[in-house]
């Protein structure tokens, strides 16, 4: 090699590569037919198999395995991550985030994650949920880009919050807690955006107890629906927005509409005018 001896490597004697069908964990994998004889499109997963391996670090073996093998690419296991920790608020704690596509042997569509989350809370209880992200273009025919994420997580709680300073033993409303939250937006043609939303808690310390940087640094968990047009110098709006924790201080609109004006020019541009008129019930 005209390169420098690495300082640790894993070597082998023989390397082979092979493309190989990967099964699902649970139910039956879809995919792509051909339109004319309504055959699958088979595709398989780049496989590397190696022969004789040892690890070194400089000239001085450390392992040794006469074989192994592993995907090329994408190590094609269902586990995304897994972590394990201790504290006095939840005890000990297991989490384990999977993707949903390969536990039901599904194919993942393009720009979209699909995750289950099993946790246990040695001092707290079992906790379930799944969530995911998307992206794409021309939803249901209609022209324009989307994106949006979504979670839904249930524990069920026996223990005490402890939120800090003063509110070290605080008992739940219930045991059973949780959120649901869901948000998509949608670019459609003409420059219109429209927003949606979908945000419920269990409780009111759920969300600090359980997600303390979201409750710290993001933005409320709400419920509405928001629509704008903007049109040069010109924008409409468009909110609806019940409230449905009751737990939070805020104000539910059923619904507003506001219109905007930016620096419109009056007498060849001598004067400009802005304005912004609002009607809505609060």
Do not use: C
Request: a negative charge; zero cysteines; hydrophobic letters at 35%.
């Amino acid at each position: 090699s005209r390169f420098g001896k690495p300082g640790y490597r894993l070597q082998a004697n023989d390397v082979f590569l092979e493309n190989r069908l990967t099964r699902p964990r649970f139910g039956t994998r879809g995919g792509t037919f051909d339109s004319l004889t309504g055959a699958p499109f088979v595709t398989g997963t780049p496989w590397v198999t190696s022969l004789n391996n040892t690890f070194l670090i400089g000239d001085f073996p450390l392992l040794y395995t006469p074989y192994l093998s592993a995907p090329a690419e994408n190590p094609n296991v269902p586990l995304r991550r897994a972590s394990a920790k201790y504290d006095r608020i939840f005890g000990g704690q297991l989490k384990t985030t999977w993707n949903l596509f390969q536990l039901l042997g599904w194919d993942e569509p393009p720009g979209t994650q699909w995750d289950l989350m099993a946790d246990i809370y040695t001092s707290r209880g079992p906790a379930i949920g799944t969530g995911g992200k998307y992206a794409g273009s021309d939803l249901f025919g209609v022209e324009g880009t989307y994106f949006g994420e979504g979670l839904a997580y249930y524990i069920l709680d026996d223990g005490e919050d402890n939120l800090g300073l003063g509110r070290r033993n605080l008992s739940p409303e219930q045991n059973d807690r949780g959120r649901i939250q869901l948000r998509h937006r949608q670019n459609l043609p003409y420059n219109v955006t429209v927003l949606a939303e979908l945000g419920y808690l269990s409780d009111r310390n759920f969300l600090e107890q359980y997600y303390e940087n979201e409750f710290d640094e993001n933005k409320d968990v709400e419920t509405l629906l928001y629509g704008k047009q903007q049109v040069d110098n010109w924008a409409w709006t468009f909110l609806t927005r019940p409230q449905v924790n009751d737990f939070t201080t805020t104000t539910a609109w059923l619904p507003r509409g506001d219109l905007f004006s930016l620096s419109e020019p009056l007498l060849g541009g001598l004067l400009t005018w802005s304005s912004h008129t609002s009607a809505g019930y609060a």
